[in-house]
């Protein structure tokens, strides 16, 4: 997913600057401060305008392309690389690098083999300078990992974590097992990332009828959980954040970016990617895959409908009729790439990666020629996912706003 273009400011002029958005979600972090308090400016505004918020876009320009070149393991970037890729001007560019230099952000990879004059120094990120935390929330147990800058996991930390406790019961739970997590990381922790099932509202982290916990609905997740452990904190669904995990998959060829991401583990959802951005819908509810309705006179779903195809899938689990529910979830995956024409599905879940063959075997055998994989993080795929919500602040990332 290409960055946002560079905006400018004094000293930091830009080539070039495309129209800014009202703002970006989720805390911005070093320079700048939480976003949505400082909308960043359209340049027409003039200069003075919210300097450090400026600032802060530009350097997270810059850190995004050292991210983009440490996970690709392609080395470093020099000052005049940078400039070109973002548009900036060098002086600019040298401004920027200084003051993350300065914060131990990033630092020198070595000299570019000299063609005449001053041999160039690359620099890279330094991805272990700080760290996020990611967590599942699966209904049943929480699984974090803690994520260096270039989203690679450094530690893990699992719990029971029962979601049909009472809400101040299950919110005090959280903060505890999470500050578990964050004790394991080995650098400053910048935010904490939550997925968790939905429905819900990732702009204000508020959960709505969470399937199967109705009596969550209403919690201002991200607020509390903000509040107990003194952090950032993003909150999305738990197949977004799988998504993200699958973005940032190094890929080679055709339907990278347009993709379902299926979800089958104590319910059934999905993602949709689109072109490499997610669709959420007109109110934030795309994704509700498992509650399509296939049998009208099928068994009562945890939602209230009968019939639905979560309820299907894990009454075959349930049964022991593996080979059924996956048989179930092909028909849904096909319905999905009849409706959108999407290049390839994803399968990640706990039911699907206990018996990852048999799935995609009958996934397949519905899909015809559109490609099926599993999610390439597997079990971790929706915490690193939510570690990367979490860092995407810090690279311009839109993240799945």
Known sequence: MPPPGPRTGPGEGALSAGPAPAGRAGAAWPAGARAGEHPVPHPAQGPGANLPALRSHNAALVLGLLRDAATAGSGGISRLELAERTGLTPQAVSKITARLRADGLLEDAGRLASTGGKPRTELRLAAGARCAVGAHLDGESLTAVVADLAGRTVAEHAAPLDLGLPVGTGLAAMVRELRTAVGLAPAPVLGVGVGIRGPLDHRTGTLHEVTGFPHWSGCPLRTELARGLGLPVAVDKNTNAAALSILAEPQAGPGAGSFGY???????????????????????????????????????????????????????????????????????????????????????????????????????AALGPTPVTLAAAGSRAVAEGAALLALAPLFARASLS
Do not use: M, S
Not at 321 to 342: H, K, P, Q, S
């Open 262 to 364: 299926l979800h089958l583990g104590t319910g059934l959802g999905a993602a949709l990617v689109l072109g490499g951005r997610p669709h959420r819908g007109g109110r934030a509810g795309a994704g509700e895959f498992g509650h399509q309705v296939v049998q009208l006179d099928g068994p009562p779903c945890k939602c209230g409908k009968r019939g639905c195809l979560e309820a299907l899938c894990l009454a075959a689990v349930a049964g022991g009729d593996t080979e059924g529910a996956a048989r179930l979830l092909g028909v849904g995956a096909a319905n999905l790439v009849a409706l959108l024409d999407i290049d390839r599905v994803v399968l990640g879940g706990r039911t699907v990666l206990a018996a990852p063959g048999v799935f995609l075997a009958g996934v397949a």
